[in-house]
Each structure stands twice: as C-alpha cells, then as structure tokens.
C-alpha cells in the first residue's frame, strides 16, 4: 500500500514561504515527496565469453539435486580402461540471480554468476570469486545433457598465464646453452632469439600456433582429449605406448599426462633444421620438435590444472 502524505493548507504553505523581517530566517521547503519508481537495477557484471573446455562429462538434474558423471581413463594390464563415475551434488538459485552449486567434486558448494541458455540449469556459470581475475574458471550446462568445465584465458595475454610452458622452455634453453638465452616472453608469443612461437587462434577444445624462423613460419596444432571419451581414451593411451616404446618414459599411463594431441605441418621440420644450424654456429640454444611438444604441453597442462 502506498504510503499516503498529509495535505498541508496553502495558507499553510504561504506563512512557511515569508521571510521574517525580524528573524533574518532563511526560506524553508516543503518536505520531498519520494517517487513510487523502482530503484535503478544494479549494474550487470562483465561476463567473458570465449572459453576452453578443461573436462566434458554429462548431468542430470533433479529438483536442487545436481549428478555430473565424468570418465575415468587408466591403465589395466597393458590396455587402456574406460569407464564413467558419477558425482552427486547440488544446484541452487539466490535471490540476486547467482547460483550455489556443489559439484560433487569434494570442493564444497561455491556461489557463481548464472547467464541462461533455456530453462534451469541449462546455461553458463562463472564462478564468482574470480570475475575480476585475469583467467574465469566456470562450467556450462547444455543440450541434450552435456557437462563441461570450462575455463575463460586471458586471451588478449595468454602466453602470460601459461607460466608451466615458459618454465619448460627457460628449462630446455638452460640445460643446452651456458650464456644468456635470450629467452623473452610477451603476450601472444615466446621468443628464443630471433626463434619466435606465436598463439594464433582457439576454439573450444583446441589451440593453433605458428613458429617463426629466418623468415619462414609453420603451424602446429594441439587438440585436448577427454576422458568422458572413450575414444579419446584409447588415442591417449596409444601415444603413452609411443612414448614408452620411444624410450621417452618409463612411468606407468596416467591419462592427464597424455591428454593432448599435438602435430606439426611438414614444413616445421627444415625450420627446426635452419635454426638449429644457425643455433649451433652461434653457440646457441636448439629446439627439437620433440621439446617443443613438451612446451605445448606444459601450456596444456597450465590450462587444465584444476583437474
């Protein structure tokens, strides 16, 4: 009910109007009415919007009950074991439009941003405590019942949150050369000299590079595998196998250090050749095909760490 002010008399309002000649008080004012609008609604927070997959799965949703079911990828007598195991969580509307969600996870219920794509939970979520940080870890709800965890990079500076891949690369230039390496690193590429690996593009669930040398460029290309894949399960296995048979490792298969796919266009090979020929007069760093690999997936590896 709206409230009701009094009505003062206009002789009223013109004895309040006067200046008293004696007094010297200054003119009064009526009391301000306030107005029956709606406040303002609050400002929308900065959502990002190009995001990466870190884990894929699927959900079912029951009242404020919340089920995601992920894969499980391991090593079983020589041969890769798939399988799926599901979590029991739970999903919650506030009042001011964000969402409580327990992911089943173990991490306890965390408060995130909700943007709907249809009716509820199907939509994206950005968890709240990080919107004013430079990465936005979330996850997204769709059709038909589609899990995925998701993180949003700075993509504008990205080479400067991989801090795994810039730690491998100082690592390799180290151990191969005893003067300075040259080693810089900005926001869309890293640079050993006048070697240079570019970030050149995304997409949910890969990245593109290019890698520079002696005016000559190639691309390589890494796309993540997912153990909510069976497929993608026995590919990580294979290049395990690879690896061991190589002599490259000598641990046992663990899925999250095989879930990525990297390859290179041809071309790469006679760069790597040409800079390696001048690195080795100048008394420089080399780089193999197989360390810059390992640097593409130490940045894999930064990105997916939350697993």
Known sequence: MKKLWPLIPAVALALVGCNSSSSGS?????PEIPSDDPPPPAPQKKLPTDYIVVEMGSFEYTGSGLTITKGVCKDKANKYDWSTVPQSGSIAKND????????GDGNGTHKYEYK???S??????F???????ASVWGFSLAEPKDYSAVIYPPKDC??????????TFGGITETDVSDNAQL???CSEISLGDFVMTYVSNTETSIDY???????????HQDFLYAYSEKDCELAFSNYQQEYEAGETTDFFDFDKHDQDITAEEACVGLLADYNGAAVLAKKATVSEKQIKKILKAAGASLRKQK
Request: net charge negative; proline share 2%; charged share 25%.
């Open 184 to 186: 810089k690193v900005g």
């Open 120 to 125: 509820f939970p199907k939509g994206d979520y």
């Open 26 to 30: 200054s003119t009064a004012t009526a």
């Open 210 to 220: 290019k890698i520079s040398f002696g005016g000559k460029s190639c691309k390589m």
């Open 158 to 167: 990205i080479f400067k949150y991989f801090g795994e891949m810039v730690e």
């Open 96 to 103: 001011d439009g964000s969402v409580n969600v327990d992911l």
């Open 127 to 133: 968890l709240s405590s990080m919107l004013d940080s």
């Open 116 to 118: 709907s794509e249809g």
